[in-house]
């Protein structure tokens, strides 16, 4: 009995697109598969193994070099120490992102109190008496001005 799988299967059986899966072929994540006479590619076990494995990883965050370097990790069978420095630094990246996200969020929050309040204060809220429109003028300004 045959356990291979052709690419439009191997693509169901991992939740990816052919054409990620080719291309994770061409950046050698994958290995190159046998192929049918008729040029099909076949993905063996292992193959879809890996797939998922890619799948999983970038469902975490890694980027397909961090990926390659985990791949590798394994096939050496040493990873716990190197696996726990990669999570460490993508943990260390994401805190980064939500810092600077509340930040983000804090200055819209103000932006939309400023506009709410000066839409509470007139009938009418032009280009020319919005606070956040006025702000973003100076900033730009300011910032010429630097230059």
Known sequence: MN??????????ATGLSIDAIRFYQRERLVRQTARTEGGFRLFSPGDIQTLRFIRQAQELGFSLGDIRQLLYLESEGETCSHVRDLLEQKLA??????????????KLKLSLRKCNRELESRRECRD????VLQELRQAVEKGVHER
């Open 93 to 106: 990246a994401v805190r980064g992102k939500i810092s600077e996200l509340k930040k983000l969020e804090r």
């Open 3 to 12: 356990h291979t799988l052709k690419i439009g299967e191997a693509s169901k």
């Open 128 to 131: 020319t008496h919005c606070p």
